[in-house]
């Protein structure tokens, strides 16, 4: 069975703590930061020197690149810098190399999987070094930066260009298409982390694993993928003149599930340190941004309705809308001033819709009730249509094992058949 030594005081000095972190888009958790491993000593005599040295190259690589990137995840440059600085693809291409030749040290039943400890400094969890003597740990570990580095690389896609005049900041269409992808991936990545590594860990590891590696904040991270994948799709239906109102209402109404989900998995943990609790903050006020804008969407179809009835619905729903555009300012003021602090860029896409057609919209209608009485409005408010989801993660499978472990030299670490 693999061990576990936990230290909150050692990794003072390794866990990055940046007390601003720029525009924000995507919420990206503090990337998980591998610490140095020296394989010689638990692997010498049981591998040959050659795979030794490629383990140790490739895993030293990752603890660099992580180590330089981890402060720079918000940041818009992403060239190499006069020191040697990485780049998010960089990294990512790090890892995926790193992958296939790790799994030989848990395919097969490699007598080898706990001869090392894995330590890596974690961002959410008071407790900020984890070492696990399991090579699943590394792994799963592994697995998760892959997807919030592909975060990390939607949020760059997604802050918006000022445009040519100077004035209006945009995303292009191809960079928001390209987004939805990268969400898709990412949500791979964390989907089959939770459906096929975490269950290889023995139960009592399981329940000693960092909080940024539970299954909550898994699943979590997975459906705000998913989320907002939707969103942006959402934003381009907004832009286009071709979808109708109810292919909008939908696409909202999905996008209140995805965060309605993200936020059940997530909301009873206890996240800390700064990074988790504005984890939990982005999830509650995109959740509630997304109800704001599913009410108006759905108001705006009741109206289309001649029953008096229907009129009566159509108007609670947008004073709903409303009240979580409210709400939704509030929750987003408290996520950005939560350290590390952040800020909205520019609004665009369905934020900008939002913000502009609510209170134009229900500033024109006539309400028979209370207009001020919070708790009448939402108990009048309408249910919003349940849809099926539609945008589902990636199917990824890990890699081939890399042939080098076939070498006659490490056929003895595999029990025969």
Not at 71 to 80: G, L, N, S, V
Not at 149 to 173: F, H, I, M, R
Not at 225 to 241: F, K, N, R, W
Request: proline share 6%.
């Amino acid at each position: 069975m693999g061990c576990l030594l936990s230290t909150p005081d050692v990794a003072g000095e390794t866990r990055r703590r940046p007390k601003n972190i720029g525009e924000i888009v995507v919420f990206v958790p503090g990337l998980r930061i591998p610490m140095p491993l020296d394989f010689a000593q638990p692997l010498g005599d049981g591998l040959s020197k050659s795979l030794v040295e490629r383990l140790s190259a490739l895993r030293t690589r990752i603890v660099v690149m992580a180590g330089q990137e981890a402060p720079m995840t918000t940041k818009r440059r992403r060239t190499a810098t006069q020191h040697g600085g990485s780049t998010l693809a960089d990294l990512q291409q790090g890892l995926e190399d790193y992958l296939p030749v790790l799994l030989g040290l848990v395919e097969n039943g490699n007598q080898l999987k706990h001869n090392l400890q894995f330590c890596w400094v974690n961002q959410e969890d008071e407790v900020e070094e984890t070492t696990m003597s399991d090579s699943w740990y590394e792994v799963l570990s592994v697995l998760q930066l892959m997807a919030i580095l592909s975060l990390s690389q939607a949020n760059l896609l997604l802050l918006p260009n000022t445009s040519a005049d100077g004035y209006q900041s945009k995303v292009s269409e191809e960079c928001k298409r390209a987004s939805i992808d990268i969400f898709l991936k990412a949500a791979g990545y964390l989907d089959f982390a939770v459906q096929q590594v975490l269950p290889q860990l023995p139960s009592e590891l399981r329940k000693d694993l960092p909080l940024d590696l539970t299954e909550g904040v898994l699943k979590a991270l997975c459906l705000q993928a998913l989320g907002q994948g939707v969103e942006i799709q959402l934003g381009m239906a907004i832009d286009s003149v071709k979808a109708t109102l109810a292919v909008k209402r939908r696409l909202a109404c999905e996008m209140v599930k995805y965060w309605h989900q993200a936020q059940e998995h997530i909301m009873d943990l206890p996240l800390a340190n700064g990074w988790g609790e504005k984890h939990k903050l982005f999830i509650r006020w995109k959740h509630v941004e997304a109800k704001a804008v599913a009410y108006y969407l759905h108001g705006l179809i009741l109206e289309e309705g001649n029953a008096e009835k229907s009129a009566e619905n159509a108007a609670a729903a947008l004073h709903a809308a409303e009240e979580y555009l409210k709400e939704s300012k509030k929750a987003c003021d408290s996520f950005h001033m939560t350290p590390p602090a952040s800020r909205n860029p520019p609004l665009w896409g369905a934020s900008k819709y939002l913000s502009e057609r609510i209170p134009k919209d229900v500033s024109s209608k006539t309400f028979n009730w209370d207009s001020e009485n919070h708790e009448m409005i939402m108990q009048l408010a309408p249910a919003l249509p349940d849809f099926v989801l539609s945008l589902k993660p990636d199917d990824y499978q890990l890699p081939s094992m890399d042939p080098s472990w076939n070498d006659l030299q490490v056929q003895n670490l595999f029990p025969t058949k």
